[in-house]
């Protein structure tokens, strides 16, 4: 799909991932880029710099994934939709009504009117949580699936709604299996927020950071801008369907990113190892790395930050106003 000329609605726009895609796309000569989100976990703030731009805008002031004449308003008349609204992990856990609400019934809602409109080509955020836990490593996009909890269930879903979509209708979609995201725009004081907000506010406060179990389960922490690049390339990207995984293929225990982070933060503090509880060690993923080589080869997606290079970046939007 060629951007020049184009526009685009960006669902989510205004959260962690989604402020991002939309400065990324205002970097092409796109027509328009069109947010839209209910701001429920999203900051307008964090769309300042975007809408600055002429060609940036809030669509209605707003809007839900699960208002279903509102949202069709939304995407009539754009040419590629970018859909990042979904409720997060640990949201899902103890809300899964609303989970299948936001998640399922809402990524039903978005494929609707794509087909209804003609959009030329969605781009849809899975996550790495429907592959649970590794067993095998790197993780490739033919791993199982292997999810425990809903939020990854809800993912599955999606995944099979998106394909149905393109079989059905020949809706062109690409599916972004993220893997552990992190930087600025991300929630960094929330109870859903994640672990490298929750280290850094530990050691900001002079507080020894706690790590639950031995600190050797490892993950693949890709840094959001690559992210946000990832959504462009499969937007631009000639494929017209398929599922992708989005990482570093970098394996990084929690122990090695706390010992990072308290040295990025010239920090002498002692790390406090406990216990997981009974109902985190049932759902707990040990491994999650996943594979890189098909979204190179078919996206031409390769990530650009290291794990130190992210750290010092989101550092220093925490130092420095939390705003842009």
Request: proline share 3%; aromatic share 10%.
């Amino acid at each position: 799909m060629e951007l020049s000329g184009k526009n685009i609605l960006v669902i989510g726009g205004g959260g962690f991932i989604g402020s991002f895609v939309v400065e990324e796309l205002l970097r092409h000569p796109v027509a328009r880029v069109v947010v839209y989100d209910n701001f429920t976990r999203g900051r307008r703030e964090y769309l300042e710099n975007a809408l600055s731009d002429p060609r940036c805008s809030i669509f209605a002031d707003g809007g839900d994934i699960r208002d279903t004449d509102i949202l069709d308003a939304a995407v009539r008349g754009m040419d590629g939709v970018i859909c990042l609204a979904a409720m997060w992990l640990l949201h899902c856990k103890d809300y899964p009504r609303t989970a299948f609400e936001v998640n399922i019934a809402g990524t039903f809602n978005v494929l609707e009117a794509c087909v209804r409109h003609r959009v030329e080509k969605l781009v849809w955020s899975s996550s790495a949580s429907v592959y649970g836990d590794a067993v095998e490593i790197p993780m490739t996009e033919d791993h199982p699936y292997n999810n425990r909890n809903f939020y990854g269930a809800t993912k599955i879903a999606g995944e099979a709604m998106c394909t149905a979509f393109n079989d059905r209708y020949g809706l062109p979609v690409i599916g972004l299996r993220y893997m552990n995201v992190y930087g600025p725009h991300q929630d960094q004081t929330a109870a859903y927020t994640g672990v490298i907000p929750i280290m850094l506010n530990k050691i900001d406060a002079n507080e020894a950071p706690v790590i639950n179990g031995d600190g050797s389960q490892a993950y693949d922490f890709i840094y959001v801008e690559d992210v946000a690049r990832a959504n462009i390339c499969a937007l631009v990207s000639e494929r017209p369907f398929g599922f992708y995984n989005v990482g570093t293929e970098v394996q990084t225990t929690i122990r090695e990113l706390c010992q990072m982070i308290l040295q990025l933060r010239d920090s002498s503090l002692e790390v406090h190892y406990r216990p997981y509880s009974a109902d985190d060690a049932r759902a707990l993923v040990q491994h999650r790395i996943g594979s890189r080589k098909r979204a190179e080869e078919e996206l031409g997606f390769r990530y650009r930050y290291s794990l130190e290079e992210g750290l010092k970046r989101l550092i220093d939007w925490r130092e420095n106003g939390k705003k842009s």
